[in-house]
């Protein structure tokens, strides 16, 4: 793969969703000041890739290799954008590819995606001091990732977070994964909070759908792959500027 072909993929990662999201699209609630507080919170969600680990260059290259070992040419880049924040089964059924080719791209991602994964992803800066800072003042916190749950341990035990999370809810823990609601019902479900009592930090507008529809508050993570204005569409509750924000509206 020439490397102009690379370096194209890995720019897209920073170009904002196209496709806005069907809520998001009519939405006229202004996202909130990150400095207003979120009284009475008992729990916190984190999203994983792009929100607690910087993985977005091994996405993006066990993209390139998929494709390139199937020799077929990269889908468009709306497309591609939007594949993050959702599982791999959710993205190539967007390609309207026949089973046997979707398995195969999912096989060919796995397969360079494990080989580097350990040592390519790591903790984004003050992401590990943030979990703990949260959990040391006594709130319940958990995990909401569109990765498969051994994939989601797997990295949260690279980059030091093993054991930090009460709840896991990965794409094999539901039958609509992100941006459905699914998923975060399930984990306020699992922790037993209100979803009033509950904030949800994410990098992506799947994350910013996916806790609107559920009632909890959101938190949009400008530390990942997408600016302010790429996530101004979802209207979190909360932006964050950097990880340690959060401690402040707790």
């Excluded at 390139?68 to 599982?87: K, T, V």
């Excluded at 790429?230 to 402040?248: C, K, N, Q």
Aim: aromatic share 6%; proline share 7%.
């Amino acid at each position: 793969m020439p490397d102009r072909t690379r370096d194209a993929l890995l720019a897209l990662w920073l170009l904002p969703v196209v496709r806005s999201l069907s809520w998001a699209a009519t939405s006229t609630v202004a996202p909130t000041d990150s400095r207003v507080q979120a009284p009475g919170c008992g729990a916190v969600l984190f999203d994983l890739d792009g929100t607690l680990i910087d993985s977005i260059p091994l996405i993006r290259d066990s993209f390139v290799h998929a494709f390139a070992a199937l020799d077929l040419p990269l889908p468009p880049e709306s497309q591609i954008a939007r594949a993050m924040g959702i599982p791999l089964r959710s993205f190539f059924a967007d390609l309207n590819l026949d089973e046997v080719t979707a398995t195969r791209l999912t096989e060919a991602y796995r397969q360079h995606n494990l080989a580097h994964h350990d040592s390519s992803v790591k903790a984004f800066p003050g992401v590990v001091d943030l979990v703990g800072a949260v959990r040391a003042r006594g709130l319940r916190t958990g995990l909401v990732t569109s990765k498969n749950r051994a994939g989601a341990e797997r990295g949260l035990r690279v980059v030091g977070l093993a054991g930090t999370m009460d709840a896991i809810v990965s794409c094999d823990d539901v039958a609509r994964p992100k941006p459905d609601r699914e998923p975060v019902d399930r984990a306020v479900r699992d922790l037993n909070v209100e979803p009033t009592a509950t904030v949800f930090v994410g990098d992506s507008l799947h994350d910013l759908e996916s806790g609107r529809a559920a009632g909890v508050r959101t938190a949009a993570a400008l530390w990942g792959p997408f600016s302010r204005s790429d996530l101004a569409v979802g209207s979190p509750t909360y932006w964050l500027e950097r990880p340690a924000d959060l401690l402040a509206l707790l």
